[in-house]
Nanobody
Framework: QVQLVESGGGLVQPGGSLGLSCVASGSIRSIYAMGWFRQAPGKQREFVAT???????NYADSVKGRFTMSRDNGKNTVYLQMNSLRPEDAAIYYC??????????????WGQGTQVTVSS
């Protein structure tokens, strides 16, 4: 099995910064794309950012210029640096990974989520 564990969520004031991490573990042969989605109360889960194994990134328009995603392939870890946070960024942030396991077909895995609250 593959486990994804997010960390780094919390409470921050508007305009502040917060960094999230997501570590993948388990019987992993290779990890392809990894990314972040978020879900606010009463809203659908939405795309935030993604990064390929070759470090190419893509961001939602709503976070471009404020959020930066990076990756450490050796540690099976991705990071999301969030700056200039706004109240509308408040949500549960979920990490996902496109994983090829040893002896299993390639599949997407999700973490349990980490809460980000933006409030004064």
């Amino acid at each position: 099995q593959v486990q994804l564990v997010e960390s780094g969520g919390g409470l921050v004031q508007p305009g502040g910064s917060l960094g999230l991490s997501c570590v993948a573990s388990g019987s992993i042969r290779s990890i392809y794309a990894m990314g972040w989605f978020r879900q606010a109360p009463g809203k659908q889960r939405e795309f935030v950012a993604t990064i390929t194994r070759g470090y190419n990134t893509n961001y939602a328009d709503s976070v471009k210029g404020r959020f930066t995603m990076s990756r450490d392939n050796g540690k099976n870890t991705v990071y999301l640096q969030m700056n200039s946070l706004r109240p509308e960024d408040a949500a549960i942030y979920y990490c996902y990974a496109d994983v090829e396991q040893l002896g299993r077909p390639r599949a997407d895995y999700w973490g349990q989520g980490t809460q980000v609250t933006v409030s004064s």
